[in-house]
């Protein structure tokens, strides 16, 4: 997807390593060592999660200076805040990883590792969005360079980088000679997070958008309101959260949490797309707003109880307007995700205002129509106020109509792939999540399911292929909250990482199995309790509880 | 089972309370008060897991004391170190209770608790055991007194007075007049942890200890070896964890930490009981036992693998005798679980040896009678050293003779109910524990299943109901260590608690859920992440990741 770009990397990179040939390091340099490390695969510790595209590794180590590692620019790198916060992280990261260690005796000296020198290739950018760019390379040889064309390859880059490292029985902090070129083969791979079916703390969701960076993550969609809690709080209307929260002082995101979520992501190049999901998954809506959400009738009265949004009525729309433009004041990123998902047409049908409503348009009796007007109107709404939008699958499975730019997400388990190739047969952009709902869990390994489904493996040209944006893991809330939300997620979210990540061929359960464990028990070793794949053990387990 | 002592205790508790009838609290002290909060029902604030048998509950409510409150002897009580340590535990949990909570405003003022008073009815006793009397009676009036015939009710009642606090709105901590009478319908409730496929650290294991002691479990059946690793340290053996733990530094329980578990558990009256599975379940007792595992043979000769412990060779029984030895000194419980489950006689029919002493002894080709005789010589050997001893039900299901006096564990979840009626037919003691399997996971409210298991409904006479001893809730360690161990256990485990601690009708899902959701956030508030039900909240979140 970014070959053009890479090929010029790889020209850089080759041109700066004029005196190497990657993948053929020397039986000298080997011999001159006289080390006996053997050549490490990807099983070996130091391999890296998600999966490089391009890797080659030299039996020839480097001993990593722990306790005063830097990372320095090249002379003709540009500066940016993004990359200066990330050298602070993975210096303290790095650093970190030495203060648990002892060092027992010491082994036969090997060359030191003081510096990575990094050459940012482009401006600073402010915001991660669909289009950045998250390509690198990198060297590590008797100096070590991490090249990339934008600030966003930086990122990746240096957690690549500190994923090489690696601790011998002894505790020396090694790492091998190796060279890099690696590029998203998605541009979009997203996590949902699901703060209304339990209120999640902040501590839970800054926590895993660190792990999110630790897979090279690089959307949280945050599935931030539903029917049972709106604890997203609005300046424009208080009472959403005043009146929708589980409790109006505790269990809500201030717009200063708002702000805290979306720079702690854009830090780490963790695009932030909030969903505000209508016009069903709404009833908490309904307490803050009254007038919002449709009455439902039985026996020819009004029952108590309500249905969807009320589309027929001008203060609907007055309302989602000033609430979206709020919304687009806060959330950075340019998509918004509409929802659109599980709209029931009962309550609708029970209500005569509805029924005379549709009977004035010309619609009796057709509620995909009335749906389509409201999703028509909220779509406007969206694009006027500055947004591109994502919806779930029934809006086009419902014969709604949407904008050209419209990006459809497939989540229903029943042949998503027929539904992949209906959505891009029709020009639309998707997102993949239907292979992928974590929430779902069973007895066993069910990473290893995750990790096998092809995404592209649907019928479609070449150009409804180049339509799939990516996919999205979803953990819906229902049944986590902050005691268990980290270790359900990960490692399992990460087989979704690596398949988003890394080539399409990179699809062996085998090979990925002792290189996940590694990388669940150095996301333990950093402070993610992530929950073991089968029997076995880390070096250091996780004992916080 | 505890009725003679429960009527002398009601019978004492009439006479100290002769004043009130429970049950029939006046309207007049009612109105008295002029307190408005209404009559507390199992689904209010402060109410208790498991349920007790026997509780009545007045709208009069007393203000504990938080900052202040002190448990004191009754002029006539018994003492014990025991009875101490809980009053630390339990004040210490009072007031962080209070240290939690801010006082909005002060309420209008009701009666102050300040005190338990305790009267312990016998002398001290010094280890948890089958055989404990853990019933209690529990008087929350103008004064509060918890009276119990041995020191293991005081603890429950402990357990049971903290739970009937609850806060208001305002952060007022109240205690509505309440009297219980309350013993355990079964005198095992135990819990299986297993630290061989994943090391538990130890601070887990402490952790879930004390989640057992607020669920009244009572029985930690420590599943401490198997195949994949031998953490136990035999100071008799010391190669058994020096080459057969995952790592013999750090992945081990030294006998210090042996010490430092049963200690933990004695002060909340539970019996830790070890499980040392033989003949099979013992791939990494051969790493440091040269010569105790059969060698499996592939045409004709010995293929390098190992099968279950030798049965024919007299130095299995001289090992075994030694480690036993050590085992009954370090583990104090009068019972030890030896396994014997799932054990294939391949790897013996592959043996020439094996064949040639079976021809000898005239059981050619009789594999189960191979068996017994090796559990017939374990059996012995555990007896010799002063055990009691649990098996598991295969041992029984194969025809092993056993002794009289075995305990037979049911965890074949094919008709558990016809295993009992089969094994009780035959006079054995029992515990079930099939149903109750909780390594297996999926999605939704699965505690609704194991709650509603009744263990007593098998075929069988009233003597053999009488031999069912209780059950145990198995959390196998393939899929759980410490990044997930407590939030998988909890409260799918107090489903279970309940089940084996409360009355048969108390098994209604619906009045139980809301009474579940509250203890699970009395957990987290205590520190334990007890994972959720289904959509909601707590007030106080877990937010320690």
Known sequence: MQFHVLFCLAVMVLAVNANRQPGQFSDDSYSALGNEIPLLGDTSPGSVWPKPQMQTSSPMVYEVAVQKFVFTYASTSHKCDLTEEAFKRYEMLIYNTASQLKLQFRPRAVPSLTTLTVNL?????????????????????????????????????LETFSQLMWQTDTNQVLMNKTSILDFPRYAHRGILLDSSRHYLPMEAILHNLEAMAYNKINVFHWHIVDDQSFPFVSRTYPDLSGKGAYNPSTHIYTPENVAEIIEFGRLRGIRVVPEFDTPGHSQSWGKGQSGLLTPCYSNGKPDGTFGPIDPTVNSTYTFVEGLFTEVKSVFHDQYIHLGGDEVSF?????????????????????????????????????????????????VIDNGVKVKNDTVVEVWINNKPDEELAKV??????????????????????????????????????????????????????????????????????????????????????????????????????????????????????????
């Open 346 to 394: 009962n309550c609708w049908k029970s209500n005569p205002d509805i029924t005379k409503w549709m009977a004035l348009q010309n619609i009796t009796g057709d509620y995909a129509t009335l749906e389509s007007v409201y999703i028509q109107q909220i779509l406007d709404i969206s694009a006027s106020v500055g947004y591109s939008y994502i919806v779930w699958q029934e």
């Open 424 to 545: 891009t047969a029709k020009g639309y952009r998707a997102l993949l999540a239907a292979p992928w709902y974590l929430d779902y869990i069973s007895t066993g390994e069910d990473w290893q399911k995750y990790y096998l489904y092809e995404p592209s493996n649907f019928n479609g040209t070449d150009a409804q292929k180049q339509l799939l944006m990516g996919g999205e893991a979803c953990l819906w809330g229902e049944y986590v909250d902050g005691t268990n939300v980290t270790p359900r997620l990960w490692p399992r979210a990460s087989a979704v990482a690596e398949r988003l990540w890394s080539a399409e061929d990179v699809n062996d359960v085998e090979e990925a199995t002792p290189r996940l464990n590694q990388h669940r028990c150095r996301m333990i070793r950093r402070g993610i309790p992530a929950e073991p794949l089968r029997p076995g053990y880390c070096t250091h387990e996780w004992k916080n509880i």
């Open 121 to 157: 290739l482009s401006a600073c950018e402010e915001y991660p969005s669909l289009h950045m760019n998250e390509s690198y390379s990198l060297e590590i040889g008797d100096s070590a360079l991490l090249s990339a064309p934008s600030v966003w390859g930086v990122l990746r880059g």
